[in-house]
């Protein structure tokens, strides 16, 4: 049974920079899971922001691609979200997920993964 457990986020001025951390406890797979960052502004769906495959590589949404950076240590089963020239829009709550990868990859939807964060506040001002 996986836990995740989330740190980071606050509030930053439109171009500032932010980094969300989530730490995992041990995987029951092994090291088989997709790692993923969702976002969820208020009043609205949760989406997809980046996932990481088992081997490292990274998928973005078009709407952060050039400005996040996702990334994990595996050495201490950290996984990162790097949030580099924030905007408004950026704003809501951040959710890590955690799921064993399967056949349709791992930038998948919200209802594909089973273990969430708690979520972390990100806040952008004008």
């Known amino acids: 049974h996986v836990q995740l457990v989330q740190s980071g986020g606050g509030s930053v001025q439109q171009g500032g920079s932010l980094r969300l951390s989530c730490v995992a406890s041990e995987y029951k797979y092994g090291n088989n899971y997709c790692m993923a960052w969702f976002h969820q502004a208020p009043g609205k769906e949760r989406e997809r922001v980046a996932a990481?495959?088992?081997?490292?590589?990274?998928t973005y949404a078009p709407f952060v691609r050039g400005r996040f950076t996702i990334s994990k240590d595996n050495t201490n089963n950290t996984l990162y979200l790097h949030m580099n020239n924030l905007l408004p829009d950026d704003t809501g709550l951040y959710y890590c997920a955690a799921d064993v990868r399967s056949v349709i990859g791992c930038f998948r939807p919200h209802w594909e993964f089973g273990y969430w964060g708690q979520g972390t506040q990100v806040t952008v001002s004008s």
């Open positions: 990481i495959d088992v081997d490292g590589s990274g």
